[in-house]
């Protein structure tokens, strides 16, 4: 038998799950440096944020959701804004590192930052 949500029942299902995934995110960034600093604002102007950023090492991560449903991230209007968002902290002298929940959940995004912060290179998916 398959039980189907009511879209308020999805909808909380996805607000839960993504509340979790901010904790996890959280969590592990403060185990890679405790000095992280969430939804910072990095413009002067413009309202952009970084999910985390440590301001000390001017490196920052976003982690993009949504790919697999046509999420903000994967349409034409989202990519372009966050590939404008991108360049222009990278104008600014921010090395920003782009990770997907999965890759919070699965250890490799913990992974990355370890290098990174020790300024070794970041592994790839498959080593």
């Known amino acids: 038998m398959q039980i189907s949500l009511s ?23 403060r185990e890679i440096d405790p000095s992280v600093e969430f939804e910072y604002r ?6 952009w944020r970084f999910d985390g950023a440590w301001l000390a090492y001017q490196v920052a991560v976003e982690i993009d959701g949504g790919y697999f449903v046509g ?8 990519q372009i804004n966050d590939n404008e968002k991108i360049n222009v902290a990278q104008s600014l002298g921010w090395r920003v590192y782009r990770f997907t929940p999965q ?10 930052m370890v290098e990174v912060m020790h300024g070794r290179e970041v592994p790839g998916l498959k080593e």
């Open 103 to 112: 890759q919070v959940k699965s250890g490799y995004f913990f992974k990355s």
């Open 7 to 29: 879209k308020p029942a999805k909808k909380d299902a996805r607000k839960k799950q993504r509340e979790e995934q901010e904790r996890l995110f959280q969590v592990i960034c």
């Open 42 to 47: 990095f413009h002067p102007h413009r309202k």
């Open 71 to 78: 999420g903000r991230h994967s349409r034409g209007t989202g």
